[in-house]
């Protein structure tokens, strides 16, 4: 069965640090991972890695897929309050039957105090 | 443009009742899924539809069932509704259901 391991599933820093999170899975054919950041309810999309290696970033963010490993890892440098939400590691697959089929981890809850 | 619509916002239901929600995807996108998220389980895939079929269902009763429009809107239903389906609904879009997934703010769910 396809899965998604989000860790940790919550984590308190202050303002100015800097955090990692991390996603592993197990599925079959992958075809990308993904990154959605959601504050109140609509999930908003962060990344789409599908390279292993490869490391994309956007202002204080960064992620990188490591397909040996079968891990990502989303990094956060000098956080703000902004930053607090819950933080969703999905993965995309591509068989028959799959299509709009994003498999989630249970995400990760960021608080960031001031 | 305009980004996934989902309507209404927030519903209040009563057991054994049935609900009706709906979602306009992006302009030019074909494929529309539904999730479900619950603080438990976390965001769990419901269906798939792209061109009014749909084409991949999640692991849930059958109470649950959509379809979709020409104009690619979708809707779901939950019929005989239960105190565990309230939840926050999610909708989400993408041009052919393989990757490039917009959501939508989502529809609250309460079912008393």
């Known amino acids: 069965e396809d899965k998604v391991v989000q860790s940790p599933l919550s984590l308190v820093v202050h303002e100015g640090d800097t955090v990692t999170l991390n996603c592993s899975y197990e599925?079959?054919?992958?075809?990308?991972l993904l990154w959605y950041k959601q504050e109140k309810k609509a999930p908003t999309f962060l990344f789409m890695l599908?390279?292993?290696?490869i490391e994309k970033k956007s202002g204080r963010l960064s992620s990188i897929l490591d397909k040996k490993e079968l891990s990502s890892i989303l990094n956060i440098t000098a956080t703000q309050t902004g930053d607090s939400a819950i933080y969703l590691c999905?993965?995309?697959?591509?068989?028959?039957?799959?299509?709009?089929?994003?498999?989630f981890g249970k995400g990760t809850k960021l608080s960031v105090k001031p | 443009k305009a980004g996934v619509t989902q309507t209404p916002r927030y519903l209040i239901k009563t057991r054994g009742q049935q609900v009706t929600l709906s979602c306009s995807p992006i302009?030019?996108?074909?494929?529309v899924s539904w999730y479900q998220q619950t603080p438990g389980q976390g965001l769990q895939f419901l269906f798939e539809y792209f061109s009014e079929t749909q084409r991949n269902k999640g692991n849930f009763p059958g109470r649950f069932s959509g379809r979709q429009f020409s104009n690619s809107r979708s809707e779901m239903n939950v019929s005989t509704l239960e105190l565990g389906d309230s939840a926050l609904y999610l909708c989400a879009s993408s041009f052919d259901g393989q990757g490039g997934y917009t959501f939508g703010s989502g529809t609250r769910l309460t079912v008393v």
């Open positions: 599908t390279s292993s290696g």
């Open positions: 302009s030019g996108h074909r494929s």
């Open positions: 599925v079959t054919n992958f075809r990308s």
């Open positions: 999905a993965v995309d697959t591509h068989y028959g039957g799959s299509q709009g089929n994003l498999i």
